[in-house]
Nanobody, 114 residues
Framework: QVRLVESGGGLVQAGGSLRLSCAAS????????MGWHRQAPGKERELVAT??????NYAESVKGRFTISGDFAKNTVYLQMNSLKAEDTAVYYC?????????WGQGTQVTVSS
């Protein structure tokens, strides 16, 4: 089993920044991407950003404000979030996608006050 541990959530004012981190307990066979999804109250879970060995992918709503990066030697992914808005408030989930299944973290709360 693979465990994903997230950190870095919290409360921040609009316009501020936060950095999320996620570490996987071990490397996996068939690795494809690591990334972040989020779920706001009353809304469906949505993709925020993913990173593979040679590509990144962002939701339109975060392009230009969020940057995803990874240290695959450490099985770790980061999400630098700048210019945060109230609508970024959500629980952010770390994800690890392999050829056979997806793994999810427990989630970390990000709250942006306006």
């Amino acid at each position: 089993q693979v465990r994903l541990v997230e950190s870095g959530g919290g409360l921040v004012q609009a316009g501020g920044s936060l950095r999320l981190s996620c570490a996987a307990s071990r490397s996996v066979l068939g690795f494809k991407t690591m990334g972040w999804h989020r779920q706001a109250p009353g809304k469906e879970r949505e993709l925020v950003a993913t990173i593979g060995t040679d590509s990144t992918n962002y939701a339109e709503s975060v392009k230009g404000r969020f940057t995803i990066s990874g240290d695959f030697a450490k099985n770790t992914v980061y999400l630098q979030m700048n210019s945060l808005k109230a609508e970024d408030t959500a629980v952010y989930y770390c994800t690890l996608n392999t050829m056979w299944r997806d793994y999810w973290g427990q989630g970390t709360q990000v709250t942006v006050s306006s």
